[in-house]
């Protein structure tokens, strides 16, 4: 009966560190997602909203690891449970970088908050869309315990690359027809830039997911799209 009960009240924290995790996530991709339409609106007292937030998500992280590490030596867990309760550490560790990048774009909106914008933002909303998209996927997988799901994320991570590299070429060419432009032109290529880490942190925790439910290391390279020669 007390190994029934230890079982419970294990699979019980458990849930609960998963339930910070979704909850860390939710935030993390909020932060990116309304980083950029403050950046997009030019909305420097949002971008500051963000900015202050940011600390209530690398709270959650505190509490997610100082979880783990009570768990790991109440438990003192193997197999699986050990791989889940490392893998959450991880994942929280990647989320927690995925939010610093939407305090990180949010400085930036408040510096090009009073300059005319140089061009319409259509490609860099489309990013933060689909590293949502990925960051939902890898947390549902994790959820519903589906490591083929979480490999899903993989080629999402080609898009968001190719829209990275889209930006750049627009923006390097606006530069060399308008040298004007260099200072605004290259700070949206830092968003842009910050964007695509923040699909490879996404595609990490997709690894992490993976790895957690199937035991073995899973590489996003070796599910990625084929380079043409």
Not at 143 to 148: A, L
Not at 198 to 224: C, I, L, P, Q
């Amino acid at each position: 009966m007390e190994t029934i009960n230890t079982r419970k009240r294990l699979e019980a924290d458990l849930e609960e560190l998963k339930r910070m995790v979704f909850r860390m996530g939710r935030m993390a991709g909020e932060s990116l997602e309304r980083a950029v339409y403050a950046l997009k609106e030019r909305d420097a007292e949002a971008a500051r909203i963000i900015i202050g937030e940011d600390d209530k998500i690398d709270e959650l992280e505190d509490r997610i690891d100082n979880g783990c590490m009570e768990f790991a030596a109440r438990y003192q867990p193997l197999g699986e449970d050990l791989r889940a309760v490392t893998s959450i550490m991880h994942i929280a560790v990647d989320i927690e970088r995925i939010g610093d990048y939407g305090g990180n774009i949010a400085k930036t909106a408040i510096q090009l908050a009073d300059k005319e914008p140089i061009k319409p933002l259509i490609d860099i909303p489309n990013m933060v869309d689909k590293i949502n998209i990925m960051l939902d996927t890898s947390l549902n997988a994790l959820d519903t315990r589906s490591p083929e799901r979480a490999m899903t994320v993989f080629a999402m991570d080609d898009e968001v690359d190719e829209l990275e590299k889209q930006i750049m070429r627009e923006l390097f060419i606006m530069v060399m027809e308008k040298p004007q432009r260099i200072e605004q032109s290259f700070m949206l290529m830092n968003v842009s830039r910050t964007l695509e880490r923040a699909g490879d942190h996404v595609t990490n925790v997709a690894e992490r997911v993976s790895y957690m439910f199937t035991g073995k290391n899973v590489r996003a390279s070796e599910y990625r799209r084929k380079k043409e020669v």
